[in-house]
Every structure is written in structure tokens, then in C-alpha cells.
């Protein structure tokens, strides 16, 4: 079983509409969540932190579920910009990518 | 503060050549991670290292590949003799103290072509 898992993807979606990923993980004791966004060809970038209690910036909201095991990412109205790969990682200590899900926002 | 920096940014090496790969972290930095990305694929972790040490080295190959974070200057992930698999995007991410808390920083890459 791989370490971290996300959801294969690809995700095509009309502007304005609602999207989430999921990513699970496999080591109970991991401890700090984030989920990165990568443009074609680009590095990845810190989207946003997870925190036990949830956390929202904007139209996205990143949930943790220590219970399951898994973090999501929600995109309310998708905008063009929104197009990219999006990466979760998970700790501890050796900052472990998922695989990456890619989304594409159509007009 | 200028931000993490990778050279070359592309790199062409025959087969059977050697790679080298240079990565300087943001200032204040002393953990290096390096990532190898292969077209249309994730990121996969290579190695960890801080200054003089390395961390876990449990995602390079057993074979041809090293890495280095010396006191004085920057990283270096080195390739030996390699091989047109080994072609792929390889960045570099640093982080002021252990990743358990903090945010990676990634370099822009290398891209790695072997003919």
C-alpha cells in the first residue's frame, strides 16, 4: 500500500461548480497535512495547511479525518485559474506526495 | 530573500555521462529535500538531507545516484552514467527546520533529458 494515495483523476469541470479531492494516508502518527498545487511544468506551491479543525481560505476548504485517515480539498465555484495538479503531502518528518489529482476548469 | 535556486535549469547528458544537479536554499535554510518527477507523474522523494548529514536517503536508487549538502555550498544531487530512463524533472525544496511543521520551498527544477 503506497503512503499516500489520491484520487487518480483527472477531474473535468465547468466554471462555477463544486470539486473535491480526497487523499488518504497509511502512517497514523502523521502529524502535518498540506495540500500543494503544481501548474504544468512548474514547482509546486503551498496551496494550504490542514489543521484538525478544519480551515478555509477562500473558495477552498481542506478538511482532516484522523478517524480515516484521509484529508480533502474543496473548491467552490471552480475558476479558470483553477486548472492544475493538486498535490496533498503528508509528514512525519519526509514531506511524502500523493501522486497528484488534475483538475481542469472548462469554460 | 531570494528563493530556492536550481542549476542547471536543463540539462542534456548522454548516455553514460554524469549528472549534476545544484540546489541552493533560501537563506536560513538547513534541510534539502530532493524530488524526481517523471512526464505526467507525481512527485517521488529521493532524499533529505541537512547540513553534512543525510536524513533519509530511502527514495534514491541503490545505484549511480548520490547527494550531497556539504557545509559551504549548495547541494548537489549527483547521477552517474545515466541511463534515458533517469530523464525527468528533478527539484529541489528546502525548509528552515524539520518538515513535521513547516512548508517546503521548491527550487524551479531541472530537467534532466539523457539522449
Known amino acids: 500500500r503506497k503512503e499516500v494515495e489520491q484520487d487518480p483523476g483527472p477531474f473535468n469541470v465547468p466554471e462555477g461548480a463544486t470539486v473535491a479531492f480526497n487523499c488518504t494516508y497509511s502512517n497514523s502518527a502523521s502529524q502535518s497535512f498540506f495540500w500543494y498545487r503544481q501548474d504544468c511544468r512548474k514547482e509546486p506551491k503551498l496551496l494550504m495547511s490542514v489543521y484538525s479543525s478544519g480551515n478555509e481560505d477562500g473558495r477552498f476548504t481542506a478538511q482532516l479525518n484522523r478517524a480515516s485517515q484521509y484529508i480533502s480539498l474543496l473548491i467552490r465555484d471552480s475558476k479558470l485559474s483553477d486548472s492544475a495538479t493538486y498535490l496533498c503531502?503528508?509528514?512525519?518528518?519526509?514531506?511524502?506526495f500523493g501522486a497528484g489529482t488534475r483538475l481542469t476548469v472548462k469554460p | 530573500n531570494a528563493g530556492v535556486m536550481q542549476n542547471p535549469r536543463h540539462l542534456v547528458r548522454r548516455r553514460g555521462q554524469e549528472a549534476r544537479l545544484r540546489c541552493s536554499p533560501m537563506k536560513g535554510h538547513s534541510h534539502v529535500y530532493w524530488y524526481r518527477q517523471l512526464p505526467e507523474e507525481g512527485l517521488k522523494f529521493m532524499v533529505y538531507?541537512?547540513?553534512?548529514?543525510?536524513?533519509?536517503e530511502s527514495g534514491m536508487p541503490k545505484e549511480r545516484f548520490s547527494a550531497e549538502f556539504p557545509k559551504e555550498g549548495p547541494s548537489i544531487l549527483r547521477i552517474q552514467q545515466v541511463v534515458r530512463g533517469d530523464s525527468a524533472a528533478y527539484f529541489c525544496a528546502s525548509s528552515p527546520t524539520d518538515s513535521t511543521t513547516g512548508e517546503l520551498f521548491f527550487g524551479e527544477g531541472s530537467r534532466l533529458t539523457v539522449l
Open positions: 538531507l541537512q547540513k553534512e548529514n543525510i536524513i533519509d
Open positions: 503531502v503528508v509528514n512525519p518528518g519526509d514531506m511524502r
